[in-house]
Structure formats: C-alpha cells, structure tokens
C-alpha cells in the first residue's frame, strides 16, 4: 500500500465539488435502507401469496387501463429530472428549470391518477390480506413519491435563485437519484402486484 | 474575497498559536443554547452513554421486583397482568433502548478520535439520532408510566398483539414508539458507515484501522438493512390494531407467522449488531492490558463480519416449533451451527492475546477477560439450541433466559463496564478507583454467574419462561431463590460501579493523555480531548502508531505532531474509502437547532398518531418540514452551492 507523503497532496477540493463529497455516501445509504424496507413489503406479498389459499387475488387479472399509462408517466419524470440535472452541468438554467419543473407536474399528475387508480378498485383495504397489502404498499410508494416532489420542488427553487454551478451541485445530483430511485421501486411494485398475476402467481 | 474551490492542505507543526484559533472555530456556545445545538462527537457520544445507562437501571429495577415475585412459589407481589407489562418493558428497555445505543455513545465518542478526523461524516444528523433516541425512549416509558406498557413480551407475537385480545393502548405505544426509535437507529447507521468510509486520517488503510472499527461499522450496515423489518412490522401491526388490515390474521387470508418472519429477520442480525461492537471493545482494550497487539488481526476482522453474513440467514432458529417444514429447519440449523466457527475464531485469538502477553491486572482487564468464559457459555447454549430437537426440548423454557443473558449481559454489559474503566480516563481526564474497581467487578460477576447459571438448571427442569409464578412442588423453589439473590448481588455490583463513578469523577486520580501505554491515536490528545480532536490531522504508518518504536510492523514512521492544519473554517480530512489518501477537504456545520425542531416536530406528530389526533399529526409534519427545510437549505458555508453574486470588491489594505 503506498505511503501517504506530505510533499504528494495535490490540490483537494474544499467542501462538495461535482458529485464528490460525502452528501453522495448519505444519499446512497438512505437508499439503501429504503430498497430494504421495499423488499419487506414485496417479501409480505410473496410470502402470504404463496402460503394462501386458491383465489387469494381479489382482482385475478389487474386492470392495467391506468396503471400502464401511469408507470410511462413516472419513468418519463425521471427523464426530466436527468434532463434537469443536465442543465445545471451545462450552465443551462432555462432547461434546468424546465426539468425538475416538469418532472415536479409529472410526479402530481401520478399521484392523482393513482389517486383514481386506489378508487377503480373493486375492494377496500380492509377485504382481505392482498387488499391491505396492496393499499399498503403502494401508499409507502405514493409517500415517497410526495416527498420527492418536495424534493424537485426545493431544486427547482433553488435553481431559480441561482444557487448552482457545474461544481456546486451536489444537491442537485444526490436529489434527482433519490428521485430516479423513486421510479425504479416503482417498476419492481408495478411488476409484482400487476405483472405476476397474468404469470399465475396467487391465482 | 471567494474562498478558492480548490487548495493545497497546508501542513505544520502543532502549536498553541493555531490550537487557539481552532478553539475558537470549534468551541460551541457556552449555556442552554450551546447545550441544545451542539452538533460535537464527544458530547453526543457521552449523552448516548448516559441516557443508556439511566435505563440500563431502569431495567435492572424491574427485573428486580419481577425476581422479588419469583423468589418463592405462589407469591402475590405482582398481578398476571402486572408481570406481563413488567418483563415486557425490561425486555425492550435491555434490548431496544440500553444494548444498542450504549454501543452507539462509545463508537460516537471514540471513532473519531481513533481515526485522526474532528467529527463524525453528519454532526447534525448524529444529534438528529440522539434526539430522536431519547424522545422514542421517553415516549415508550411515558406509555409504562400510564399503565400502557408492552405486555406481550419483547418479540410481541401476533395474535395476542393485535386489539380483539389486546384492547388498550399498550400495544400501540409500543408499535408507534418502535418505528419512532428505529429512524433514530436507521439514521446513526448511516452515519458510522459514512465516517468510517471517508473520514480517517490519511495512511489509516483498511488494514490499519482500530478494531472498533470492525464491529461497529458491520453491526450499523446490519442495522441500516434489517431495522426497516421491524419498523414495517410494528408499523404494519398498528395498522391491524387501528385500520382493520389483514396482514396477520387468518380469517382473512393474513399469516400469524408473517409477524415472526418480519421481526426475526430483524431481530437475529440485532443480536450480532449488539454483541459484535462489544466484542470489538475488548479486541480493542483486552491486547492494551496485555502489552502485545491483538493476535490475529486480519481474521478477526473477518470473522466479524463473516459473523454477520451468516447472520441475515439464520433468523427462522427462533421459529423452530411452529410447524415450518423439516428441510426448511435442516438449513436454518446448519447455518446456525456455522456460526460458531467466526465466534471461535475471536476466542481463541484473545485467548492467545492473554497466553502469549504479559497480562497486566485491572478492573477493565478483568471485565475483559471474563467476557471471554461468558461468551464461552453463552455460546454453547446458543449452539445446544441450534440442533433442532434440542430446541424443541428447552424452547420457552428457563434455558433459552439463561441463553440469552449470558450472551447479552456477558458479551454486552461486561464489556460495557470494561469499556467505562478503560475509556474513563480519555472521556474525564481522571482515572477511575482501581480498589473499589475490583469490588465492583467480583461481586457483578459472582452475582451475575451466580443468578443465571443455575438458571439453565431450571430451563432444563421444564420452568416455561414468563409464567408470574409457580406450585410449591415443582422442584424449582431453591434454583428461583438462589436466582433471586444473585441477581440482588449483581444489583449491588452495579450500584458500586455507579458509587466508583460518581467518585472517581470528583477525586479520581489525574490521568494524562495515556495512562495505560495504549497503542492509538485517542490516547495521543490531552484527557478530556479538546473542541477540535486534534490540532493538525495526524499521518499514520501503522496499526499501533503510540507503539511504532517497540513494534517491527511499521515500515515507515507515523507523523502526530506534524500534519495537515486544516484550520480555514470547520474542516477536517476527507480521505478515500480504502487506501485513505487524502481527497477532499470537508466543510463541517456548526451548531445547530434544527435536529431538536425535528425532533419536536416528530415527537408531536407520534403523539397525534398515537391519539388519533390527526391537527397534531399535521401540525408536527408542519414543524418538521420547516426544521428540514432549514436544515437542508444550501449553505454558502458548507460550500453546497456559489456563494452571493459578486459583490463591489472590499479590499481590505495590504501589509506586506
């Protein structure tokens, strides 16, 4: 292992510069913990769909007329996130504020079409156990996308008022992979609860 | 003028003149204000220790008053429903609220004096965990208090949970004030695992790091992984009691067993994340009293965290009688027993530690070495349990308590205790009593040995666990008397530890910077540490840098008095996750409110949720949003975003 010699330190950023600083580590450990938490909750639906009794879907063949379109609307968010952060590394501010603008109104208008998607279902939470997980889980998913729209909200704010460059932007980057992070649970609960049902599990 | 992006880290010698300008860059505010805000390691750490401490007695008492009930057969001292509220608390309070956050004050305290760095990655963040950890304590006491403790025991297993039997609001404040600690808990996991990556010195590589290091940051990556099962669990539970779900019941498609399966893939790794940092404290003080390095370095390292791998997978030991099918158990159980090999591995290096050392006798070394023997029967009858027939045999009895605080009081408490003698001294400036110290330790260990190792006896004679009392003519009056006044003797034990503290504090004997000739880098600052840690960032060549003289391990030497000044602002060293070379230099934020306005926000939005009071919910999610966004706001300071636009140039004159 080399030597750490005094006379070799080059010059070392001072404080978060591009992607590099300790906010990267913080967010990358709180993703962690909540794929975790994620991974229980789809461990809760396996788990009791595969020890229930025949017919334990209550909606044997989901209806994907809003949950399709739905799941394009989120994954195109987080292109516009991407396309945001992209306009803040190239000191473009109007599409920076265009991105994280339109990723905030595609994040709501997930949030009510999910809004309807929750009354188009024939059961409530209370009808069985696939009905509660089903509320369950995806209302931890709708508290996560609220919160990342908070999230794009502030960078969209703190864009406007100038307050980022190429190398101070660490917020910026840490905030759209929480957002990206977001939509990737997203695809694994869309796959579960509407995909494996046409595969058979839980039938 | 704009501080530059980028610059060289300036180097020097250690002097007075810069200690007194970092003094005053790191020196927090004096009075209730700076009590409030401060943001410092040390003090959080020590907080940490204290408040754990304070329920380790709480606990200790009501184990009392429930061994009080148990001393003799058909005894009235408590009601059924009194016992069950009583052994319920202890559990959560040993397990939840003393066990872990003790083992987090140490590591708070110490790691960044044993990695060269200032202060942890988050200072903020780590007073955010402690003030979460004692609003969730003092949420969960406050339902104790009013009558509303746990009763269903610590692993509160669903049906008895849920509200057809369970009708009052004990079991929700236990389930909300679970999930409110677990975010405490979550967020400190966080923080070690960031500090331990990216703030030792530089030349500290992985290879070199103190073993503290070891068994705290593999313990806090379990936590960051399992603590959501818990918290989904209690929280999925409260949702059972309030909301009508169905996820436990079997009337309507829910499993009971879901509950055990989501607690104890949590609650295994648990146990590992509250003896492995313990293990590592006396890998850490044990070579010290022994005047040699650790033996074995690299495979106690490894066994540590082997120790944790096997440990996600052998959670269904605790589920062996409840019908699972048989190849399911074979596995559990085979994994179980592996287990023994990482653990024997520590064994047998500190025993060689000890053989081929020249032990010095202390009280913390006696603490150190009895963990040993503890483990050593602590261990054996977790590895009886592993077997599957076994367990079925000695499951629910007397066995599986005297298990279980074998290893929590041995591998925890003991090394707990060891730690305070040895780390005192660092934490006051004074030596504790070393006469006293020994009083203390004979008695807690005959009083601990003597009230649970005939308690194996009373397992094996078919006493079911958290039974309120019992017939004259079982055959356990005696084992449940002697019991009893070991664990009166073990009380004494640690109230003359309390007695030794409070004394040492005021007359103890004046320390030094290292009073036990200890080989890092705490011991190379003053006693008590000052603001700032250390005066210029230290540049380390070895393992043992206080003992390169006497070791051949070093090939260079380590540079303490003189290395990087670091003394434009808060800052400290950011170095690279392995090697540690130097990469960035790291703006640290100064005291702050904003944790505790979370914490109040938080706490007020558990009591609304609590009560059902959902003004109060919203009003605490409003607080907390308006303490986060304070908090998260782009500081100029900490260099996360362009400072103001450009201002008319201020010249200030220039003296050459």
């Known amino acids: ?203 | 003028m704009r501080a530059p992006d980028f610059r060289v880290p300036a180097v020097g010698p250690d002097n007075p003149e810069h200690q007194a300008r970092l003094l005053e860059l790191w020196e927090g505010e004096p009075g209730l204000k700076g009590f409030l805000s401060t943001v410092d390691h040390k003090k959080i750490g020590i907080r940490y220790i204290v408040t754990a401490f304070i329920l380790l007695v709480l606990g200790g008492i009501e184990s009392l008053v429930m061994r009080w009930q148990l001393a003799s057969p058909n005894a009235h001292v408590l009601t059924p429903d009194q016992y069950n509220v009583l052994f319920s608390t202890h559990g959560m309070t040993m397990i939840f609220l003393y066990a872990s956050p003790i083992l987090s004050g140490f590591s708070n305290y110490l790691w960044p004096l044993m990695f060269g760095s200032r202060d942890m990655a988050f200072p903020r963040l780590n007073a955010l965990s402690y003030w979460i950890y004692l609003a969730s304590a003092i949420f969960l006491y406050v339902g104790f208090l009013t009558g509303n403790g746990p009763n269903d025991g610590w692993f509160n297993y669903v049906p008895y949970a849920t509200r057809d039997y369970n009708p009052g609001l004990n079991q929700d404040f236990y389930s909300l004030g679970m999930v409110f600690l677990g975010t405490s808990t979550t967020m400190g996991a966080a923080n070690f695992i960031v500090t331990a990556f990216r703030t030792r010195c530089p030349g500290m590589s992985i290879n070199r790091v103190p073993m503290l290091l070891w068994g705290t940051l593999t313990a806090n990556v379990a936590n960051l992984l399992v603590v959501p099962a818990v918290s989904l669990a209690f929280f999925l539970l409260w949702l059972e009691r309030q909301f009508g779900t169905h996820f436990f019941d079997h009337s309507n498609g829910g499993q009971p067993l879901l509950w055990q399966h989501l607690f104890w893939m949590f609650g295994h790794p648990w146990v590992y994340a509250i003896v492995l940092p313990a293990m590592s404290m006396v890998s850490e003080g044990l070579p010290v009293f022994c005047r040699r390095p650790l033996v074995g370095y690299s495979v106690v390292a490894l066994s540590t965290v082997a120790t944790m791998i096997l440990g996600f997978g052998v959670w269904v030991h605790h589920m062996f009688a409840t019908g699972l099918p048989g190849l399911g158990l074979s596995f559990f159980s085979g994994a179980s027993i592996a287990i023994v090999f990482p653990s024997a591995v520590a064994i047998f290096a500190w025993l060689a530690t000890i053989w081929l050392g020249r032990p010095v006798i202390t009280t913390a070394f006696l603490y150190f070495a009895s963990m040993i023997l503890m483990f050593v029967i602590g261990g054996v009858s977790g590895f009886m349990t592993a077997s599957v027939p076994v367990d079925w045999q000695l499951t629910d009895t007397y066995f599986v308590v005297a298990h279980i605080h074998y290893v929590l009081i041995g591998i925890n408490v003991f090394p707990v205790l060891g730690a305070v003698y040895y780390w005192f001294p660092k934490m006051t400036g004074r030596l504790m009593d070393e006469r006293l110290g020994r009083w203390n330790f004979w008695i807690t260990f005959i009083g601990f040995n003597l009230a649970f190792l005939p308690m194996h006896l009373t397992g094996l004679f078919g006493m079911p666990r958290r039974v309120y009392t019992y017939g004259p003519d079982m055959g356990w009056n005696t084992l449940n008397m002697i019991t009893t006044i070991g664990s009166f003797v073990l009380a004494l034990g640690v109230l003359l530890f309390i007695v030794n503290v409070v004394k040492s504090l005021r007359t103890g004997a004046a320390a030094g910077a290292n009073p036990w000739d200890a080989a890092t880098l705490e011991w190379s600052i003053p006693s008590p540490p000052p603001p700032y840690n250390f005066g210029v960032i230290p540049i380390v060549a070895s393992r043992h840098p206080l003992w390169e003289g006497r070791l051949t391990e070093a090939t260079a030497t380590s540079s303490l008095d003189r290395g990087f000044l670091l003394d434009e602002g808060k800052e400290t060293m950011g170095t690279s996750a392995l090697d540690a070379e130097p990469n960035m230099i790291l703006e640290m934020p100064e005291d702050t409110l904003a944790p505790l306005l979370l914490t109040v926000g938080v706490s007020i939005l558990f009591v609304g949720l609590l009560l059902k009071l959902w003004t109060a919910v919203a009003a605490g999610a409003v607080v907390a949003a308006v303490a986060i966004v304070m908090w998260l706001w782009p500081r100029a300071q900490l260099r996360e975003r362009e400072p103001e636009p450009a201002q008319p140039p201020q010249r200030e004159p220039r003296h050459a």
């Open chain 1, 1 to 203: 292992m080399r030597e750490v010699a005094i006379a070799d330190v080059p010059k070392l950023p001072v404080g978060p510069v591009g992607r590099q600083g300790l906010g990267s580590w913080g967010m990358g450990t709180l993703i962690a913990t909540e794929a975790a938490l994620f991974a229980y909750l789809l461990f809760a639906y396996y788990y009791l769909g595969a020890t229930a009794q025949p017919h334990w879907l209550l909606e044997p063949h989901p209806a994907l007329k809003l949950a399709v379109p739905n799941t394009i609307i989120l994954l195109i968010s987080s292109g516009a996130a991407w396309l945001g952060e992209r306009g803040v590394l190239q000191r473009r501010r109007g599409e920076a504020l265009a991105g994280f603008g339109a990723a905030t109104v595609l994040g709501i208008v997930f949030v009510v079409i999910q809004y309807f998607e929750w009354h188009a279902k024939p059961f409530k939470m209370g009808a069985s156990s696939y009905a509660s997980l089903y509320f369950v889980t995806t209302g931890f998913h709708i508290a996560h996308v609220l919160i990342g729209i908070l999230v794009l909200m502030a960078l969209f704010v703190w864009t406007a008022l100038d307050y980022f460059s190429p190398r101070r932007r660490l917020t910026v980057t840490a905030g759209a992979f929480y957002w990206h992070f977001v939509d990737v649970v997203w695809l694994f609960l869309f796959t579960t609860y509407y995909v494996t049902p046409y595969l058979g599990f839980g039938q």
